[in-house]
């Protein structure tokens, strides 16, 4: 990113731009010096004859975040954004002219031989010591940013008896239990009516069970299950799976040192009527909350943060303004000992060289190709591609095609090496930079990301979304500022002020790291969490349904 310049009569560093720029005058923003196109940054675009940094004439109306020629782009000519070939020219096009998608041939996707494999040696940087914030220490040496109490569920068949009785818990049982911030039903729609042995079905029932063992639960599980569904509790969370509660499960004759597992079965024949299960549920949940209760904040330090980073509703800003800052902000998390995933395979896809060449040892390497190759593989059973991923909303925000969102999709993981590389639904057992292999369906990688363990979410967004989870905050980074004035109560971060220059990625970036630790320990409040903007978890499932 130090190559982005800004132009609106002179040029500016992104990286250091500290005045914030007259919105009458036409302003440009150029990735790379090799980019023969640049972005239209007015808000509202600009009209047919405005004049650009250094006399270019526009020769036609170009909206907010579209490309413009900065050169003639004759037909077949490579165009070029961020250094890097995002299409070909399906017509002529003279200087000043708009370039769209529908002007653009997309690159073929990159071969995944002939890599560069862990070829980039990033330059060593200091250790950030001495950050810390307010978190939940689990008795499994991980750390929650919240303290939940979590109701796993085996089927969807069950998700309405388990909401009535959540509404319930939270009416009459939580004011009782001042130090638990919530009760989070697991919904899914997965568990029966699946070809549940199939090879892929391991994906779903691993992310189910990794998430109700995420660190803001604290360890306690409780599952609500219907008795006759495909996927039993003992198979979701077979014997070893589940963490030392107390001493008292040790009595009830687990020598082996490990939780029993706590579930309601709403077939049973205990069961008499409708609120005889919800009563069960609500009574088997106080025993959870009390254990919860006892729990309190410590100082932890920054190196217990797991953070998932994702971006959703992206425009052509997201790669200049809020995923930079976002990278920025990784790079300080993973200096002071944190755990950061960035995902999204088909957003990540077209940059896999840059990945590869990124990874700390070749056996990295080698697990980012496995993953890719498993998602073409997967694509191609769909008969779909990699083209599939972008939205209208995405081509409507200036991103032509896949290749042009990739690149600006991989920069939220900033420039430190890839340590590690998770399949779908695994755990991350790491400190550092982590690939964290999910679909790009926001609701999806949420999921998966829940699952990996993060305690803390960050959500980049141009196009604007009201997304949120219920397990765990979710920091919600504007890419433009019009979006973040319109969106004031819905946007946590405005890091459309480096594109507008009034800050820069650096200050963007200890902005966000100031804020995880704040809303990390409590201390703030999301707007997602504020309003209670709740997202259903989505799982995974590449299995066939029956």
């Known amino acids: 990113m130090a190559h982005t310049v800004i132009d609106s009569g002179e040029t500016h560093r992104a990286s250091a731009a500290q005045t914030a720029i007259d919105p009458a005058v036409p302003l440009t923003i150029r990735m790379h010096p090799l980019d023969n196109v ?5 808000d509202g675009g600009l009209a047919a004859g405005a004049v650009l940094a250094g006399g270019l004439l526009l020769r036609d109306r170009v909206p907010q975040g579209h490309k413009v020629a900065l050169e003639a782009l004759p037909v077949g000519a490579a165009v070029l954004r961020y250094g890097v070939v995002i299409g070909h020219a399906l017509q002529d096009m003279a200087a000043g002219s708009w370039v769209h998608e529908r002007v653009l041939q997309m690159p073929t996707a990159q071969a995944l031989a002939g890599l560069p494999m862990a070829t980039v ?26 303290n939940i109490l979590a109701i796993t569920q085996t089927v969807q068949c069950v998700a309405g008896v388990t909401e009535f009785a959540v509404q319930r818990i939270k009416t009459e049982l939580l004011p009782r239990y001042p130090n638990v911030d919530d009760v989070v039903a697991l919904e899914h729609g997965y568990g029966c009516g699946v070809a549940i042995d199939a090879p892929g079905a391991e994906i779903p029932i691993r992310t189910l069970r990794n998430i109700s063992l995420n660190p803001n639960f604290g360890g306690e599980i409780m599952v609500v299950s219907l008795g006759c569904e495909k996927l039993q509790p003992e198979r979701l969370l077979p014997p070893g799976s589940i963490p030392l509660v107390d001493q008292r499960q040790l009595d009830e004759g687990d020598a082996g040192g490990r939780g029993t597992l706590d579930v309601v079965r ?19 949940a106080e025993t959870h909350l009390q254990r919860l209760n006892a729990r309190r904040r410590e100082t932890v330090p920054a190196s217990e943060l797991v953070v998932g980073v994702q971006c959703g509703g992206s425009d052509a800003f997201s790669g ?18 944190a755990s950061v995933m960035f995902s999204e395979t088909t957003e990540v896809r077209d940059g896999i060289a840059q990945l590869t060449s990124r990874a700390a040892s070749l056996d990295v390497a080698e697990a980012l190709v496995r993953e ?8 191609q059973r769909g008969s779909a591609d990699r083209s599939a991923n972008t939205t209208p909303g995405n081509k409507a925000g200036g991103l032509s095609n896949i290749v042009e969102k990739a690149m600006g999709s991989i920069v939220k993981s900033g420039s430190m090496a890839i340590t590690g590389v998770l399949a779908p639904g695994q755990k991350l057992q790491q400190k550092g930079l982590t690939y964290a292999a999910t679909p790009a369906s926001d609701f999806i990688c949420g999921t998966l990301q829940l699952a990996a363990g993060m305690n803390l ?46 800050a820069s990625i650096e200050d963007v970036g200890w902005e966000l790291f100031w804020l995880m630790l704040d809303v990390a320990s409590g201390r703030k409040k999301t707007w997602a969490e504020h309003w209670k903007l709740h997202n259903a978890l989505v799982l995974f499932n590449p299995a066939p349904v029956t």
């Open 320 to 337: 200049v303004t809020a995923n930079p800052a976002v990278g920025f902000c990784s790079d300080l998390l993973v200096r002071a000992g």
């Open 121 to 146: 040696k990033p330059r060593p940087q200091s250790a950030l010591e001495g950050y810390t914030f307010e978190g939940f220490r689990n008795r499994d040496g991980s750390v929650g940013t919240r």
């Open 266 to 284: 709403l077939q049973d024949d205990a069961h008499v009527g409708f609120m005889s299960m919800v009563e069960a549920i609500v009574r088997q």
């Open 38 to 42: 640049a972005i239209v940054a007015n």
């Open 457 to 502: 979410h960050v959500f980049t967004t141009g196009r604007g979304t009201p997304y949120g989870l219920a397990a765990v905050p979710v920091i919600k980074v504007a890419t433009r500022s019009d979006l973040a004035r319109r969106w004031h109560d819905l946007m946590d971060i405005n890091a459309g002020r480096i594109a507008d220059g009034s």
């Open 372 to 379: 890719m190759a498993w998602y073409d593989a997967y694509l």
